[in-house]
Structures are given as C-alpha cells and as structure tokens.
C-alpha cells in the first residue's frame, strides 16, 4: 500500500467557546510514534478517558464535555486514522490503537483512569481493561459491536454493518476526489424490504455548501460554513474529511482483527464496567442495524460479571443523541465506585 500522510495532522483548530469556558484546551502528544491529537479540561476529579468510534472526532463529545468537566478530569482523543491524529495506512488494528491508548494512558494520564468508548471506542476501552489493567480504574462500553465485529460474523452474519464500511471504502478511498457529503448517500434498513436515506436533492445541497468551503478555505477539513443546519450534519462531513479510509478497508478485508479476542479480554477484564446499550434492531435481510443485539449483551455480562448493564433509548452514539442520558450514567456509575471505595478520587 502507498503510504501517505494525513494533511490535518497537528492542525489546531479553535475550540468552541463554552469549552473554553469549561477550561478545555486542545494538546498533541507524539506516542510511540504516532501523533494523538486530544483536548482536555481543568483538574477535577478521576482521570476520564473519552474514546470516539470509527469515523468520529473527539468533538463528537462536544455536547456532554462540560458537565463531565465537573466530575472528572476529561480527555477525548482522535483516535490513529481520525482527525489531527496520525494516518498509518497499512497499520491499522485494536492491538496498534489499543497501545495507542496505552501509551496516553501511562505517558499523558499517568494515574489509573475511566476509559469511556464508544463503538470501535468502546471495543478499545476494553482492549485497555484487558491489556494495560494497572491504568485503568473502570470501563463504560457505549454500544460496542463488542461480538458483531468478530471475524467472520461480521461479514457473514450482520451484513449491514459490513456493508456499510464497504460503502465508506468505495466512497471515500480517493482521498484527493472524496465527497464529503456522500456519507448521507447511505442506505439504512427500518425493515426487511425498507430502505431509508437522505433525499438527494437535500444531500446535493451539503456536497454544494461543502465543495464552497473546501474552495474558500484550501487545506483545511471539509464544513459546511453555515449554521441553519443541524450541527450534527457538519460534524459528519468535518469527521468524514479527516478520516484515513484504510482504517474502515482494514475491517473489510479482515485485518483490523489480529489475535484480539473478546471473549478472553472480558474474562481478563476484573475492573468495573458499566454497559451502555442503544437501540438496535435484526432483520433477516439485513442482519443487524446497530452494534450489539440482546444475546450480545447478556454475553458480556456473562463473561464480565461485575458488569452494570444499563438499556437506553439512544442512537448508536449515545452521548451525542441523549448527552444527559450518558453524563447521568457515566456520573452515577463513577460515583457509586467512589463512595464504595473501589477507585479512589483525588477530590
């Protein structure tokens, strides 16, 4: 494979002002080389880690970041492959960003911390329970495809999800010609003969406002320059524009995996976790639409007895869709772990 580099990496970009406010401030650390790009707020309390999932930026978090301020001291990394982070095209695996994280934990961090992910996220906070214990105090999985990603299930069974990566490798793997907007071209079952999607005309409108931005301001991540629209639309396409594509082509062809199992790293897992499970839905056409089904579900708890199970009605990014609902359960969970003693708060 080619290599090349991610031309956003080391860009800082200006944080919002109400995390200014909150005390945030973007910083970068070179890691076992590779850079991680990440923000973090004022001293508050245990150390929590915020771990974005696949094509996603830290700024996903931006809605719940002030609140969690309060309790805890707050990191959100852009994962290798996403965002100011370094692209390693051709190195691309949950062993490879997983020691990312180890070495943020150990070199950044440097006291044992929550490890909070979200889908691929939430798979690499588990990876952290399992391989770097000594850092990590407690791991909340925010609907982790923790069994739906398992090599072959994941191209055989649930081939939505499958597909969907497929999609993004076709769609965005000329990086020079990529489309930003084109992610909301996608296809999502509501039924076994169903198909939702954005109306074209609408997603020719953001490929139009995108295609101008990009003009007026070369070099810099895809926006869409206007705020009538919905922000979640322009977090997309900015998170789309910063995201290397071999990293969705490493689950599609199989590499990503390794020798990582998640069925030995929940047995090796002895921290507390707390489970967060969004809404899915299985259709014999389709497979599943969502990352983990109820069976999937009560297999963690399985394996991870000592794991807090809590069903929410939320999209598959929980902390964006329902920000209270997840500050709430993060919050909670943390604090019974406090008072009971089995984490100890600097407070």
Known sequence: MTAYRNPFEGQREPLAPELVKAGFRQES??????????????EAGVPLLLVPGQMSLWSSYRRVLP??????????????????????????????????????????????????????GGVLALWCAANVSDHVSAIVLEDPPIFSTEWPRFRDRDRWVYGSLEYAVRAF???????????????IPIGEDKIIRMPDRFVDLLDRLA???????????????????????????????MFDPDFARAFVDGRFYGDFSPE????????????????????????????????????????????????????????????????????????????????????
């Open 173 to 187: 793997g000329d990086i020079e010609n990529r489309r930003p907007a084109d992610i909301y071209r996608q296809e």
């Open 67 to 120: 609140d969690l301020a309060r309790h805890f001291t707050v990191y959100a990394v852009d994962v290798r492959g996403h965002g100011n982070s370094s692209w390693t095209p051709g190195d691309y695996s949950w062993d490879s960003a997983g020691t990312d994280l180890a070495h943020f934990l150990r070199e950044v961090i440097g006291r044992p911390a929550i490890v909070s992910g979200n889908s691929s």
């Open 29 to 42: 650390a070179e890691l076992g080389g590779v850079l991680i790009n990440y923000v973090r707020g004022p």
């Open 211 to 241: 295609t101008r931005y990009q003009r007026r301001h070369p070099g810099r991540p895809a926006s869409l320059g206007v705020r009538w629209l919905p922000r979640f639309l322009d977090e997309m396409i900015r998170a789309v524009s």
């Open 264 to 347: 030995a790293a929940l047995r090796r897992t002895t921290c507390p976790v707390l489970l967060l499970h969004a809404n899915w839905q299985r259709f014999e056409k389709h497979g599943l639409v969502g990352a983990m089904d109820d069976d999937d579900a009560r297999r963690v708890r399985e394996l991870a007895p000592q794991t807090v199970y809590q069903r929410i009605d939320a999209k598959h990014v929980a902390h964006d869709d329902k920000p209270e609902v997840f500050t709430t359960a993060v919050t909670e969970f943390a604090e019974e772990l406090i008072s009971s003693g089995v984490i100890h708060s600097p407070r």
